[in-house]
């Protein structure tokens, strides 16, 4: 590419056929396609620092208000203009464990079955069932959790409930639930809506572990397990670290599907079972009929919301960039 | 390399029982890999049929073209205002954020290869493909819909931002797997480097750009918080993006979902199932075209 530029330099003489603009246009025009790009790329820049000046700027009475209170508070009251927001953030964090609990040994599973263990054909029909599972939105994902899976899954909380009643911790986690609607049913449903990525994340890195190292365990008799356990695993670890990380990113941000079955109720709790909220539900229950410190108390709720999942994707990132470069050199271990 | 377990070699070698562990360790991680597809594909299986089932009972011509009715208890069509603005606003959106994406990824990888404003640009797209949906919708709002009010346009701001850092990604690693010859050649012609990038490299990547910007769109069209604070609701079709408020589908079906009313109910399964039919067109179209027109 460095060729470029001497090559604009000389267009002496008449242009090549089919070149419309002389030299000097063409130089111009040149100029102003680089910029164009350039003023693009910065586009991103513009407007990630007003994402971050806006919203904070809008956010600024309620944190001055409350001060730290807004983030150690459990107290939400918007008719007395009292917001800590401790719950929902508890909340997020109760339901996005949840979700990785679940979706973390179903995404390894599903990205091993596609790189090792699935046959031609199924491995084809499970890409196409990971890619729907990606394509439903998230609104339908919700929709269908409240009218169809917390109405029936509350059975199977009844059942769990009673079953631990007499063990300590477990009996406070799983106590009887009152509706469908609660932190595991939102927990469930963001499972599956964080399946797909994870699962082509850590595929990705399972496609990077080389053929030799695998054929290598193979050679010693391995089985398929001890396979993954010798060669596929010890190479994939921080990128599998990672694809959880960024799992939990998404988990933390996704709102409508968490805001229509986790059963709005702002309680610092561990019951599991029980209704709860979580912050990008609440902002999206309750910014419509908001007005003045409750609205932006609820913007500061994004602006924090916000900072978590920037800290938990740089993590990620920090991670699983070090897999790429670290890569030739595990191998050889 | 790290030895795989059999390497510890159990002392007794003729102990068939450590081979039979080993089969039955080896059994258990099969069905477990084979069974978490199951538990993924369930659920999937599960929601499809009932997204179908109900929605395939209320889906017909003035289920698609009628306005939405004023009393929400009441059964009956219809949601031709939402299928229309759920058009206009992703259209409008992926007007604004392709092109950007696109010339943000051409000055990515063809202008500043190794330097430090490219890598910060890279990185910066990957923070903002990290924002929460309803966080955009929280930034359009104080930016747009405090001046200007409510509009399809603002929530096409908000679905726009959403989709630019996909489109930058998807973009700048087609626009990689362009090989170098071609743009050597191009240059050895003569042409300068934006006739370079115009009339070489972007065509030569062309399908994969295409896949990658609709699956961005698909994305876009099923949001539902970005649009919750930016475009209102409106009952009839709104074909201006600028003024008054505007329907979409998702809006619609998680207003109607929390309806405790059959009606209500009805019509957001039909909403579902046309939205998941509009989805996966796109996302199928994506697919086809990418695999079609695969570089190698």
Redesign the interface.
Same mark, same amino acid.
């Given at each position: 590419?460095t060729?470029?530029p001497t090559?604009?330099q000389k267009?002496a003489g008449p242009p090549?056929a089919g070149?419309g603009l002389d030299g000097k246009r063409?130089?111009l025009?040149?100029r102003? *396609?680089?910029l164009?790009?350039?003023?693009? #790329?910065?586009?991103?820049?513009a407007?990630?620092v007003?994402?971050a000046v806006?919203?904070s700027?809008?956010a600024g009475p309620a944190l001055r208000d409350e001060g730290l209170g807004y983030i150690t508070g459990s107290r939400w009251a918007p008719n007395v203009d009292v917001f800590g927001a401790l719950a929902f953030i508890s909340g997020t964090m109760i339901v996005s464990a949840i979700a990785l609990a679940l979706a973390v040994?179903?995404?390894?599973?599903?990205a091993? *079955?596609l790189s090792e !263990?699935a046959p031609r054909r199924l491995r084809q029909i499970?890409i196409y069932?990971?890619?729907?599972?990606a394509?439903?939105?998230?609104?339908?994902?919700?929709?269908?959790g409240?009218?169809?899976l917390a109405p029936w899954i509350v059975k199977v909380y009844d059942w769990i409930a009673d079953t631990v009643e007499p063990i300590p911790v477990l009996n406070v986690l799983f106590g009887q639930p009152v509706t469908g609607r609660s932190f595991f049913t939102a927990g469930i449903i963001l499972a599956?809506m964080i399946?797909p990525i994870v699962t082509s994340l850590t595929r990705e890195v399972f496609d990077t572990v080389p053929t030799g190292?695998k054929e290598?365990?193979w050679a010693?008799?391995?089985?398929?397990?001890?396979?993954?356990?010798?060669?596929i695993f010890?190479h994939s670890r921080s990128g599998m670290i990672g694809a959880v990380m960024?799992g939990l990113?998404r988990a933390?941000?996704?709102?409508?599907a968490a805001?229509?079955v986790i059963g709005s109720s702002a309680r610092l709790t561990l019951h599991l079972f029980g209704s709860g909220d979580a912050m990008?539900a609440v902002?999206?229950n309750q !910014?419509?009929e908001s007005g003045g410190l409750h609205r932006s108390a609820?913007?500061a709720m994004?602006v924090v919301?916000?900072a978590m999942?920037?800290v938990?994707?740089?993590v990620a990132?920090a991670i699983a960039g070090k897999t790429v470069s670290a890569a030739p050199v595990r #191998?050889?271990? | 390399?790290?030895?795989?377990? =059999?390497?510890r070699a159990p002392l007794d070698l003729t102990a068939t029982n450590v081979q039979r562990a $080993? $089969?039955v360790?080896?059994g258990?991680?099969?069905a477990?890999?084979?069974?978490?597809?199951l538990?993924?594909?369930i659920?999937?299986g599960?929601?499809?049929l009932?997204?179908i089932k109900k929605g395939a009972g209320v889906v017909d011509l003035d289920f698609l073209t009628k306005d939405i009715p004023i009393v929400s208890r009441l059964p009956g069509p219809g949601m031709g205002p939402a299928i229309a603005g759920t058009l206009l606003i992703t259209l409008a959106a992926t007007l604004m954020a392709v092109p950007?994406?696109i010339?943000?990824a051409?000055?990515?990888t063809?202008?500043?290869?190794g330097s430090k404003?490219?890598g910060? /640009?890279r990185f910066?797209?990957?923070?903002?493909a990290?924002? =929460?949906? /309803?966080?955009?919708g929280?930034?359009i709002y104080?930016?747009w819909v405090l001046s200007f009010g409510q509009s399809a346009f603002a929530g096409a701001l908000a679905l726009g931002?959403l989709m630019?850092?996909i489109v /930058?990604r998807s973009t700048e690693s087609m626009l990689r797997l362009v090989p170098n010859a071609l743009?050597?050649g191009s240059?050895?012609?003569?042409?300068?480097?934006? $006739?370079?990038?115009?009339t070489v490299v972007l065509p030569a990547a062309l399908p994969g750009i295409t896949s990658g910007s609709l699956l961005a769109v698909?994305r876009a069209?099923?949001?539902?918080?970005p649009l919750?604070?930016t475009i209102g609701a409106a009952r009839h079709v709104n074909l201006d993006i600028f003024a008054g408020s505007n329907a979409a589908l998702?809006t619609q /079906?998680?207003a109607n979902?929390?309806q405790p009313f059959l009606g209500a109910?009805d019509r957001?399964?039909g909403a579902?199932l046309t939205?998941?039919v509009l989805?996966?067109v796109l996302?199928v179209v994506a697919?086809v075209i990418s695999r079609r027109f695969t570089l190698r």
């Open positions: 590419m060729a470029t090559l604009d267009p090549p070149f063409r130089r025009a040149d102003a *396609f680089k164009a790009a350039m003023a693009s #790329g910065l586009s991103v820049l407007i990630l007003l994402i806006s919203t700027q809008k040994p179903v995404s390894f599973g599903i091993l *079955f !263990f499970t069932v990971i890619d729907m599972l394509a439903v939105p998230s609104v339908v994902f919700g929709l269908w409240l009218i169809v599956l399946t190292q290598a365990a010693l008799g391995a089985t398929r397990w001890e396979m993954v356990r010798g060669a010890p960024l990113g933390m941000g996704e709102t409508i805001a229509l990008a902002i999206a !910014f419509g609820l913007v994004g919301l916000f999942t920037i938990v994707n740089m990132r #191998g050889r271990r | 390399m790290t030895a795989p377990a =059999p390497v $080993r $089969r360790r080896n258990l991680a099969t477990f890999v084979y069974g978490s597809v538990v993924a594909a659920p999937l599960f929601l499809l009932y997204v950007l994406g010339l943000a051409v000055y990515v063809e202008y500043g290869q404003l490219a910060a /640009i910066l797209s990957d923070v903002m990290g924002v =929460p949906s /309803i966080v955009m929280l930034f104080t930016i931002a630019l850092p /930058i743009r050597e240059a050895a012609l003569g042409a300068s480097k934006s $006739r370079m990038i115009m698909a069209a099923g949001e539902t918080a919750l604070f998702s /079906i998680f979902a929390q109910q957001a399964w579902a939205l998941i989805v996966l996302t697919r």
